[in-house]
Protein backbone atom coordinates (compact mmCIF):
# COMPACT_ATOMS: atom_id res chain seq x y z
CA UNK A 1 0.00 0.00 0.00
CA UNK A 2 1.17 3.52 -0.76
CA UNK A 3 2.59 5.90 1.55
CA UNK A 4 1.31 9.82 1.11
CA UNK A 5 3.37 12.33 2.56
CA UNK A 6 2.30 16.60 1.85
CA UNK A 7 5.05 18.89 2.95
CA UNK A 8 3.83 22.47 3.39
CA UNK A 9 4.63 25.85 4.25
CA UNK A 10 3.20 28.88 4.82
CA UNK A 11 5.85 31.38 4.70
CA UNK A 12 6.38 34.00 1.99
CA UNK A 13 6.48 31.62 -1.54
CA UNK A 14 4.23 29.54 0.21
CA UNK A 15 3.06 25.93 -1.35
CA UNK A 16 3.20 22.51 -0.75
CA UNK A 17 3.77 19.52 -2.19
CA UNK A 18 3.18 15.44 -2.40
CA UNK A 19 5.07 12.37 -2.13
CA UNK A 20 4.16 8.83 -2.98
CA UNK A 21 6.43 6.59 -1.14
CA UNK A 22 9.60 8.04 -2.00
CA UNK A 23 8.99 9.88 -5.58
CA UNK A 24 8.13 13.58 -5.80
CA UNK A 25 4.86 13.70 -7.62
CA UNK A 26 3.56 16.75 -7.07
CA UNK A 27 4.24 20.58 -6.27
CA UNK A 28 2.65 23.81 -6.65
CA UNK A 29 3.30 26.86 -5.04
CA UNK A 30 0.23 29.14 -3.92
CA UNK A 31 0.95 32.29 -6.21
CA UNK A 32 0.62 30.29 -9.70
CA UNK A 33 -3.31 29.47 -8.03
CA UNK A 34 -3.92 32.63 -6.85
CA UNK A 35 -1.92 34.74 -9.03
CA UNK A 36 -0.29 36.96 -6.52
CA UNK A 37 3.70 36.98 -6.91
CA UNK A 38 5.39 35.48 -3.53
CA UNK A 39 2.04 34.95 -2.38
CA UNK A 40 1.78 33.99 1.66
CA UNK A 41 0.20 31.89 4.52
CA UNK A 42 -1.70 28.92 4.53
CA UNK A 43 -1.44 27.06 1.57
CA UNK A 44 -4.24 25.31 1.33
CA UNK A 45 -5.54 25.66 -2.37
CA UNK A 46 -2.32 24.26 -3.03
CA UNK A 47 -2.87 21.05 -0.66
CA UNK A 48 -6.99 20.83 -2.19
CA UNK A 49 -4.94 21.35 -5.83
CA UNK A 50 -2.37 18.26 -4.82
CA UNK A 51 -5.31 16.10 -3.81
CA UNK A 52 -7.75 16.96 -6.47
CA UNK A 53 -4.67 16.03 -9.00
CA UNK A 54 -4.14 13.00 -7.38
CA UNK A 55 -8.01 11.90 -6.57
CA UNK A 56 -7.22 11.61 -2.91
CA UNK A 57 -8.97 11.99 0.47
CA UNK A 58 -7.91 13.47 3.52
CA UNK A 59 -7.77 9.79 4.68
CA UNK A 60 -5.30 8.50 2.22
CA UNK A 61 -2.55 10.92 3.80
CA UNK A 62 -0.71 9.44 6.07
CA UNK A 63 1.58 12.51 7.39
CA UNK A 64 1.12 16.17 6.88
CA UNK A 65 4.27 18.33 7.45
CA UNK A 66 3.44 21.72 8.43
CA UNK A 67 6.62 24.27 8.46
CA UNK A 68 5.39 27.89 9.97
CA UNK A 69 7.50 31.02 10.61
CA UNK A 70 7.22 31.14 14.73
CA UNK A 71 5.29 34.59 14.97
CA UNK A 72 2.96 33.81 11.99
CA UNK A 73 -0.54 35.07 11.68
CA UNK A 74 -3.75 34.19 10.20
CA UNK A 75 -2.98 30.26 10.15
CA UNK A 76 -6.01 27.58 9.55
CA UNK A 77 -5.40 25.15 12.70
CA UNK A 78 -9.17 23.82 12.20
CA UNK A 79 -8.17 22.97 8.48
CA UNK A 80 -5.56 20.11 9.25
CA UNK A 81 -7.90 18.31 11.48
CA UNK A 82 -8.88 16.53 8.61
CA UNK A 83 -6.12 14.71 8.44
CA UNK A 84 -4.91 11.31 10.55
CA UNK A 85 -1.16 12.53 11.51
CA UNK A 86 0.12 16.39 11.29
CA UNK A 87 3.68 17.60 12.55
CA UNK A 88 4.05 21.01 13.27
CA UNK A 89 7.63 22.77 12.55
CA UNK A 90 9.17 26.44 13.26
CA UNK A 91 12.04 25.61 11.85
CA UNK A 92 13.74 26.88 8.99
CA UNK A 93 17.35 26.37 7.21
CA UNK A 94 17.16 22.16 8.14
CA UNK A 95 14.18 22.04 5.64
CA UNK A 96 16.09 23.77 2.80
CA UNK A 97 18.96 21.43 3.68
CA UNK A 98 16.31 18.52 3.41
CA UNK A 99 14.95 19.90 0.46
CA UNK A 100 19.10 19.90 -1.43
CA UNK A 101 19.07 16.39 -0.34
CA UNK A 102 16.35 15.59 -2.87
CA UNK A 103 18.71 16.22 -5.65
CA UNK A 104 22.21 14.49 -4.03
CA UNK A 105 22.78 10.61 -4.31
CA UNK A 106 26.26 10.69 -2.64
CA UNK A 107 27.72 12.02 0.98
CA UNK A 108 28.78 15.97 1.06
CA UNK A 109 28.43 19.52 2.71
CA UNK A 110 25.11 21.43 2.68
CA UNK A 111 25.47 25.24 2.81
CA UNK A 112 22.21 27.29 3.36
CA UNK A 113 22.22 30.81 2.42
CA UNK A 114 19.87 33.30 2.93
CA UNK A 115 18.55 36.64 4.68
CA UNK A 116 16.89 35.13 7.76
CA UNK A 117 15.66 31.87 8.78
CA UNK A 118 14.20 30.66 12.54
CA UNK A 119 15.72 31.13 16.09
CA UNK A 120 17.98 29.00 18.42
CA UNK A 121 14.79 27.75 20.13
CA UNK A 122 12.78 26.88 16.85
CA UNK A 123 15.92 24.37 16.45
CA UNK A 124 15.10 22.82 19.81
CA UNK A 125 18.18 24.70 20.96
CA UNK A 126 17.84 26.41 24.92
CA UNK A 127 18.61 29.55 24.31
CA UNK A 128 15.57 32.55 24.22
CA UNK A 129 17.83 34.70 22.31
CA UNK A 130 15.57 37.04 19.18
CA UNK A 131 18.37 36.34 16.51
CA UNK A 132 17.72 34.24 13.24
CA UNK A 133 19.62 32.22 11.41
CA UNK A 134 21.62 33.36 8.75
CA UNK A 135 24.10 30.73 7.16
CA UNK A 136 24.42 27.02 8.07
CA UNK A 137 26.27 24.11 7.22
CA UNK A 138 25.12 20.88 7.17
CA UNK A 139 26.91 17.09 6.64
CA UNK A 140 24.88 14.84 4.52
CA UNK A 141 25.62 11.25 4.76
CA UNK A 142 23.84 10.72 0.92
CA UNK A 143 20.77 8.54 2.47
CA UNK A 144 19.41 9.90 5.84
CA UNK A 145 21.48 11.56 8.12
CA UNK A 146 22.00 15.44 8.28
CA UNK A 147 24.25 16.41 11.06
CA UNK A 148 24.61 20.62 11.71
CA UNK A 149 28.57 21.31 11.55
CA UNK A 150 28.36 24.97 11.69
CA UNK A 151 25.48 27.93 12.27
CA UNK A 152 25.14 31.79 12.40
CA UNK A 153 22.81 33.73 14.09
CA UNK A 154 22.32 37.34 14.00
CA UNK A 155 19.98 40.25 15.32
CA UNK A 156 17.15 41.74 13.25
CA UNK A 157 16.93 45.33 12.72
CA UNK A 158 13.30 46.43 12.15
CA UNK A 159 12.98 49.63 10.46
CA UNK A 160 16.67 50.71 11.02
CA UNK A 161 16.92 52.59 7.22
CA UNK A 162 15.58 54.20 4.96
CA UNK A 163 14.58 51.55 2.63
CA UNK A 164 13.15 49.33 5.91
CA UNK A 165 14.70 46.67 7.87
CA UNK A 166 18.73 44.34 8.08
CA UNK A 167 20.00 41.89 9.51
CA UNK A 168 24.12 40.86 8.87
CA UNK A 169 23.60 38.71 5.94
CA UNK A 170 24.04 38.26 2.52
CA UNK A 171 20.71 37.37 1.41
CA UNK A 172 19.48 40.46 3.66
CA UNK A 173 22.55 42.84 2.45
CA UNK A 174 21.14 42.10 -1.61
CA UNK A 175 17.38 42.43 -0.17
CA UNK A 176 18.39 45.76 1.25
CA UNK A 177 19.96 47.43 -2.28
CA UNK A 178 17.11 45.82 -3.53
CA UNK A 179 14.76 47.69 -1.99
CA UNK A 180 16.63 50.67 -2.17
CA UNK A 181 16.89 50.77 -5.54
CA UNK A 182 13.38 48.80 -6.79
CA UNK A 183 11.50 49.43 -3.82
CA UNK A 184 11.13 45.78 -3.63
CA UNK A 185 12.87 43.16 -1.59
CA UNK A 186 12.61 40.34 -4.01
CA UNK A 187 14.20 42.17 -7.02
CA UNK A 188 17.49 40.55 -5.88
CA UNK A 189 17.80 39.04 -9.47
CA UNK A 190 17.53 42.32 -11.02
CA UNK A 191 20.04 43.49 -9.08
CA UNK A 192 22.41 41.04 -10.16
CA UNK A 193 21.73 41.93 -13.50
CA UNK A 194 22.78 45.77 -13.16
CA UNK A 195 25.76 44.73 -11.59
CA UNK A 196 27.47 43.78 -14.71
CA UNK A 197 27.19 47.51 -15.64
CA UNK A 198 28.99 48.82 -12.77
CA UNK A 199 32.67 49.62 -12.21
CA UNK A 200 34.62 49.99 -8.84
CA UNK A 201 34.18 53.13 -7.20
CA UNK A 202 36.54 54.24 -4.44
CA UNK A 203 33.35 56.72 -2.51
CA UNK A 204 31.76 53.18 -2.09
CA UNK A 205 33.05 51.76 1.14
CA UNK A 206 33.74 48.06 2.01
CA UNK A 207 30.56 46.36 3.06
CA UNK A 208 31.43 42.76 4.26
CA UNK A 209 33.82 42.23 7.21
CA UNK A 210 34.90 38.13 7.78
CA UNK A 211 37.76 37.75 10.86
CA UNK A 212 36.60 33.59 9.73
CA UNK A 213 34.33 32.90 11.95
CA UNK A 214 31.27 35.23 11.12
CA UNK A 215 30.40 38.27 8.98
CA UNK A 216 29.46 41.67 9.57
CA UNK A 217 27.89 44.29 7.50
CA UNK A 218 30.03 47.81 7.50
CA UNK A 219 28.20 50.17 9.51
CA UNK A 220 29.68 52.97 7.49
CA UNK A 221 28.63 51.05 4.03
CA UNK A 222 25.21 50.64 5.45
CA UNK A 223 25.44 54.65 6.33
CA UNK A 224 26.52 55.61 3.10
CA UNK A 225 23.64 53.70 1.67
CA UNK A 226 21.17 54.97 3.41
CA UNK A 227 22.50 58.62 3.01
CA UNK A 228 21.42 58.12 -1.33
CA UNK A 229 18.13 59.18 -2.43
CA UNK A 230 15.61 56.67 -1.88
CA UNK A 231 14.53 54.89 -4.48
CA UNK A 232 17.55 55.46 -6.14
CA UNK A 233 17.63 55.46 -9.60
CA UNK A 234 18.84 52.02 -11.22
CA UNK A 235 19.76 54.27 -14.57
CA UNK A 236 22.39 55.82 -12.24
CA UNK A 237 25.79 54.92 -12.08
CA UNK A 238 26.36 54.75 -8.29
CA UNK A 239 23.39 52.16 -8.55
CA UNK A 240 24.99 50.28 -10.76
CA UNK A 241 28.90 50.64 -9.00
CA UNK A 242 26.42 49.56 -5.72
CA UNK A 243 24.94 46.67 -7.03
CA UNK A 244 28.78 46.05 -8.68
CA UNK A 245 30.38 46.28 -5.45
CA UNK A 246 27.89 44.25 -3.48
CA UNK A 247 28.15 41.16 -6.37
CA UNK A 248 32.00 41.13 -6.12
CA UNK A 249 31.80 41.34 -2.15
CA UNK A 250 28.95 38.47 -1.89
CA UNK A 251 31.24 36.28 -4.85
CA UNK A 252 34.56 36.34 -2.71
CA UNK A 253 32.83 35.92 0.71
CA UNK A 254 31.32 33.02 -0.40
CA UNK A 255 34.32 31.71 -2.10
CA UNK A 256 36.62 31.95 0.89
CA UNK A 257 33.78 30.16 2.66
CA UNK A 258 33.47 27.17 0.29
CA UNK A 259 36.94 26.75 0.33
CA UNK A 260 37.41 26.99 4.28
CA UNK A 261 34.89 23.99 4.67
CA UNK A 262 36.51 21.66 2.02
CA UNK A 263 39.46 22.13 3.77
CA UNK A 264 38.09 21.37 7.34
CA UNK A 265 35.60 18.71 6.31
CA UNK A 266 37.68 17.42 3.33
CA UNK A 267 34.67 16.66 0.77
CA UNK A 268 34.59 19.04 -2.15
CA UNK A 269 31.00 17.97 -3.16
CA UNK A 270 28.60 20.69 -2.16
CA UNK A 271 25.08 21.72 -2.03
CA UNK A 272 23.40 24.84 -1.99
CA UNK A 273 19.92 26.37 -0.68
CA UNK A 274 18.87 29.27 0.47
CA UNK A 275 17.10 32.32 -1.54
CA UNK A 276 21.38 32.84 -2.14
CA UNK A 277 21.33 29.63 -4.20
CA UNK A 278 19.74 31.28 -6.93
CA UNK A 279 22.29 33.83 -7.42
CA UNK A 280 23.89 32.03 -10.81
CA UNK A 281 26.56 34.05 -11.18
CA UNK A 282 28.00 33.04 -7.62
CA UNK A 283 26.66 29.70 -8.32
CA UNK A 284 28.84 29.24 -11.53
CA UNK A 285 31.72 31.32 -9.99
CA UNK A 286 32.12 28.25 -7.09
CA UNK A 287 31.57 25.79 -8.81
CA UNK A 288 34.58 26.74 -11.25
CA UNK A 289 36.82 28.47 -8.44
CA UNK A 290 36.85 26.22 -5.49
CA UNK A 291 37.45 22.75 -7.96
CA UNK A 292 33.93 21.07 -7.03
CA UNK A 293 33.23 17.49 -8.15
CA UNK A 294 29.71 18.22 -7.72
CA UNK A 295 27.42 21.54 -6.63
CA UNK A 296 23.92 20.35 -5.77
CA UNK A 297 21.08 22.77 -6.30
CA UNK A 298 17.14 22.29 -6.04
CA UNK A 299 15.36 24.81 -8.57
CA UNK A 300 13.07 25.89 -5.83
CA UNK A 301 15.83 26.41 -3.51
CA UNK A 302 14.43 29.84 -2.28
CA UNK A 303 11.60 29.00 0.46
CA UNK A 304 8.97 27.75 -2.55
CA UNK A 305 11.10 24.64 -1.69
CA UNK A 306 10.84 24.32 2.18
CA UNK A 307 7.91 22.36 1.86
CA UNK A 308 9.74 19.34 -0.49
CA UNK A 309 11.98 19.92 2.52
CA UNK A 310 9.11 19.28 5.24
CA UNK A 311 8.20 16.03 3.40
CA UNK A 312 11.92 14.97 2.85
CA UNK A 313 12.11 14.73 6.62
CA UNK A 314 9.15 13.18 7.31
CA UNK A 315 9.87 10.62 4.97
CA UNK A 316 13.91 10.22 6.25
CA UNK A 317 13.71 11.35 9.77
CA UNK A 318 9.83 10.23 10.98
CA UNK A 319 9.60 7.00 8.70
CA UNK A 320 13.92 6.36 8.52
CA UNK A 321 13.00 5.44 5.02
CA UNK A 322 16.60 5.84 3.50
CA UNK A 323 15.73 4.96 0.12
CA UNK A 324 16.97 7.16 -3.10
CA UNK A 325 13.83 9.70 -3.68
CA UNK A 326 13.11 10.18 -7.80
CA UNK A 327 12.00 13.70 -8.27
CA UNK A 328 10.98 15.78 -12.00
CA UNK A 329 11.49 19.57 -12.59
CA UNK A 330 7.94 20.14 -13.90
CA UNK A 331 5.65 19.19 -10.98
CA UNK A 332 2.33 20.65 -12.03
CA UNK A 333 -0.86 18.62 -13.03
CA UNK A 334 -1.50 18.07 -16.68
CA UNK A 335 -4.26 20.15 -17.74
CA UNK A 336 -4.65 18.25 -21.35
CA UNK A 337 -2.84 15.39 -22.93
CA UNK A 338 0.49 15.99 -24.99
CA UNK A 339 0.00 15.57 -28.76
CA UNK A 340 2.98 15.43 -31.19
CA UNK A 341 2.90 16.24 -34.86
CA UNK A 342 5.99 16.62 -36.52
CA UNK A 343 4.62 19.17 -39.16
CA UNK A 344 3.82 21.42 -36.06
CA UNK A 345 7.09 21.05 -34.84
CA UNK A 346 8.37 22.28 -38.16
CA UNK A 347 6.17 25.33 -38.86
CA UNK A 348 6.88 26.63 -34.83
CA UNK A 349 11.01 26.47 -36.07
CA UNK A 350 10.25 28.26 -39.29
CA UNK A 351 8.60 31.14 -36.63
CA UNK A 352 11.60 30.85 -34.17
CA UNK A 353 14.03 31.54 -36.97
CA UNK A 354 12.09 34.18 -38.55
CA UNK A 355 12.24 36.38 -35.46
CA UNK A 356 9.14 35.65 -34.17
CA UNK A 357 8.78 34.97 -30.02
CA UNK A 358 6.34 32.06 -29.38
CA UNK A 359 5.18 30.70 -26.33
CA UNK A 360 5.72 26.72 -25.33
CA UNK A 361 3.55 25.36 -23.02
CA UNK A 362 3.62 21.36 -22.02
CA UNK A 363 2.44 19.04 -19.45
CA UNK A 364 3.19 20.21 -16.13
CA UNK A 365 4.07 23.43 -14.76
CA UNK A 366 7.87 23.69 -13.53
CA UNK A 367 7.99 24.34 -9.50
CA UNK A 368 10.37 26.94 -8.93
CA UNK A 369 11.14 30.40 -10.31
CA UNK A 370 12.49 29.10 -13.53
CA UNK A 371 10.49 28.61 -16.51
CA UNK A 372 11.98 25.36 -17.99
CA UNK A 373 10.24 24.59 -21.21
CA UNK A 374 7.05 23.94 -19.28
CA UNK A 375 5.78 27.15 -19.42
CA UNK A 376 7.92 29.63 -21.56
CA UNK A 377 8.70 31.97 -23.96
CA UNK A 378 11.50 30.64 -27.10
CA UNK A 379 13.13 33.10 -29.57
CA UNK A 380 16.24 32.97 -31.72
CA UNK A 381 19.47 34.69 -29.92
CA UNK A 382 20.64 34.84 -33.82
CA UNK A 383 18.25 38.08 -34.48
CA UNK A 384 19.95 41.53 -33.31
CA UNK A 385 18.02 43.59 -31.31
CA UNK A 386 15.69 40.57 -29.81
CA UNK A 387 16.74 40.99 -26.18
CA UNK A 388 15.81 45.05 -26.55
CA UNK A 389 12.61 43.67 -28.38
CA UNK A 390 11.71 40.75 -25.45
CA UNK A 391 12.54 43.39 -22.42
CA UNK A 392 10.55 46.25 -23.74
CA UNK A 393 7.68 44.95 -26.16
CA UNK A 394 7.23 41.27 -24.22
CA UNK A 395 7.99 41.21 -20.56
CA UNK A 396 7.58 44.99 -20.32
CA UNK A 397 10.86 45.44 -18.16
CA UNK A 398 13.82 46.93 -17.31
CA UNK A 399 16.11 46.61 -20.53
CA UNK A 400 19.50 45.43 -18.97
CA UNK A 401 17.98 42.60 -18.01
CA UNK A 402 19.17 39.57 -19.58
CA UNK A 403 17.78 36.09 -20.77
CA UNK A 404 18.72 32.72 -20.43
CA UNK A 405 19.44 29.88 -23.24
CA UNK A 406 18.25 26.80 -23.96
CA UNK A 407 20.46 24.10 -25.27
CA UNK A 408 21.03 20.35 -25.82
CA UNK A 409 23.98 18.89 -23.96
CA UNK A 410 25.66 17.73 -26.73
CA UNK A 411 26.60 21.54 -28.13
CA UNK A 412 27.65 22.67 -24.69
CA UNK A 413 31.35 23.30 -25.48
CA UNK A 414 30.40 25.25 -28.07
CA UNK A 415 29.21 27.95 -25.90
CA UNK A 416 31.72 27.57 -22.75
CA UNK A 417 34.47 25.60 -21.42
CA UNK A 418 33.34 25.77 -17.96
CA UNK A 419 31.86 23.07 -15.78
CA UNK A 420 28.26 23.19 -15.50
CA UNK A 421 26.55 20.50 -13.20
CA UNK A 422 22.91 21.77 -12.72
CA UNK A 423 20.61 21.49 -15.89
CA UNK A 424 17.86 24.12 -14.85
CA UNK A 425 19.46 27.20 -15.35
CA UNK A 426 20.77 27.97 -12.01
CA UNK A 427 24.71 28.49 -12.98
CA UNK A 428 25.74 30.82 -15.25
CA UNK A 429 29.32 30.04 -16.82
CA UNK A 430 31.47 32.19 -19.17
CA UNK A 431 30.85 32.53 -22.86
CA UNK A 432 33.50 31.70 -25.32
CA UNK A 433 35.02 35.35 -26.88
CA UNK A 434 33.24 33.96 -30.31
CA UNK A 435 29.41 33.69 -29.06
CA UNK A 436 29.91 37.18 -27.35
CA UNK A 437 30.26 38.22 -30.90
CA UNK A 438 27.93 36.03 -32.37
CA UNK A 439 25.30 36.56 -30.27
CA UNK A 440 25.29 39.19 -27.69
CA UNK A 441 21.66 39.19 -27.25
CA UNK A 442 21.83 35.82 -24.88
CA UNK A 443 25.55 36.85 -23.64
CA UNK A 444 24.74 38.94 -20.41
CA UNK A 445 27.60 42.52 -20.26
CA UNK A 446 29.66 40.36 -18.05
CA UNK A 447 30.05 37.92 -20.87
CA UNK A 448 28.39 35.34 -18.81
CA UNK A 449 25.32 32.99 -19.88
CA UNK A 450 22.87 30.72 -17.79
CA UNK A 451 21.46 27.46 -19.26
CA UNK A 452 19.25 25.08 -19.03
CA UNK A 453 20.20 21.59 -20.39
CA UNK A 454 18.43 19.49 -22.40
CA UNK A 455 19.87 16.06 -22.09
CA UNK A 456 19.10 13.15 -24.06
CA UNK A 457 17.03 11.54 -22.27
CA UNK A 458 14.24 14.54 -23.10
CA UNK A 459 13.58 13.74 -26.27
CA UNK A 460 10.09 12.89 -26.26
CA UNK A 461 9.74 16.60 -25.13
CA UNK A 462 8.93 19.53 -27.74
CA UNK A 463 12.32 21.62 -26.88
CA UNK A 464 14.35 19.29 -27.79
CA UNK A 465 12.35 18.56 -31.10
CA UNK A 466 12.96 22.09 -31.98
CA UNK A 467 16.21 22.39 -30.66
CA UNK A 468 16.94 19.40 -32.76
CA UNK A 469 15.67 20.57 -36.00
CA UNK A 470 17.05 24.58 -35.96
CA UNK A 471 20.50 23.12 -35.80
CA UNK A 472 19.92 20.71 -38.37
CA UNK A 473 17.85 23.21 -41.07
CA UNK A 474 19.12 26.46 -39.62
CA UNK A 475 21.96 25.97 -38.30
CA UNK A 476 20.94 27.73 -34.74
CA UNK A 477 21.80 25.51 -31.31
CA UNK A 478 20.49 27.30 -29.00
CA UNK A 479 17.19 29.75 -27.68
CA UNK A 480 16.15 32.54 -25.71
CA UNK A 481 14.72 30.54 -22.93
CA UNK A 482 12.71 33.35 -20.83
CA UNK A 483 9.26 32.87 -18.29
CA UNK A 484 5.70 32.92 -20.17
CA UNK A 485 4.01 35.75 -17.94
CA UNK A 486 3.12 39.20 -17.96
CA UNK A 487 4.62 41.76 -15.68
CA UNK A 488 4.77 41.51 -12.62
CA UNK A 489 2.87 38.21 -12.72
CA UNK A 490 3.55 34.52 -11.33
CA UNK A 491 4.16 31.86 -14.68
CA UNK A 492 0.92 31.48 -16.12
CA UNK A 493 -0.50 27.89 -15.01
CA UNK A 494 -3.50 26.68 -17.07
CA UNK A 495 -4.16 26.66 -20.61
CA UNK A 496 -6.88 29.74 -19.97
CA UNK A 497 -3.92 31.73 -18.51
CA UNK A 498 -1.46 30.99 -21.24
CA UNK A 499 -3.79 32.01 -24.26
CA UNK A 500 -5.12 35.63 -22.19
CA UNK A 501 -1.57 36.38 -21.14
CA UNK A 502 -0.32 35.60 -24.42
CA UNK A 503 -3.21 37.98 -25.79
CA UNK A 504 -2.33 40.26 -23.31
CA UNK A 505 1.93 40.67 -24.13
CA UNK A 506 1.62 39.97 -28.17
CA UNK A 507 2.45 36.48 -28.64
CA UNK A 508 0.74 35.30 -32.11
CA UNK A 509 1.04 31.71 -31.21
CA UNK A 510 1.80 29.15 -28.85
CA UNK A 511 3.00 25.10 -29.10
CA UNK A 512 0.02 23.72 -26.53
CA UNK A 513 1.24 20.29 -25.34
CA UNK A 514 2.73 19.44 -29.09
CA UNK A 515 0.13 21.79 -30.97
CA UNK A 516 -0.36 24.84 -32.58
CA UNK A 517 -2.46 27.47 -30.88
CA UNK A 518 -2.91 30.62 -32.97
CA UNK A 519 -3.77 33.63 -30.62
CA UNK A 520 -6.10 36.34 -31.41
CA UNK A 521 -5.99 39.59 -30.43
Known amino acids: MSRYIIGVHSGHDSSACLFCDTKLIMAIEKERITRVKHDSGEPIECIEYLLQANELKYSDIDLVIRVNWYNAIGLNDDYYRNFKNVIVKNSHHIFHAYAVTVTMDE ?288 KHREDFRPFGGVILERNISKITSEHITNDYMLIAVNAKKEIRDKIPDLVHKDGTVRLQIIRESQKNTSIYKILELMEKKYGEWILINTSFNGKDEPIVETVIEAKNTAKKIGIKHILLNGMIERIER
Open 107 to 394: PGLIYIIDGRGCRPKDNGEKDDREIFETESLYYYDGKNELISLEKIYKKHLDNAYNWGSHMDSVGYIYADVSRMIFKDYNAAGKVMALASYGVENDIIPTIMQYNGRELTISQKWLDFLNSQPFPLNYNSQIAKDIAYSLQKEVEIYIERRVKNFIKNYKYNVIGLGGGVALNCKNNGNILNQCSLESLYLFPACGDNGIAVGAAVWGIKHFYKDSQKLTWKYDLGKKYEQYHYFNNDIVEISAMIHQGEVIGLYENGSEFGPRALCNRSLLASPYHKGIKKYLNTEI
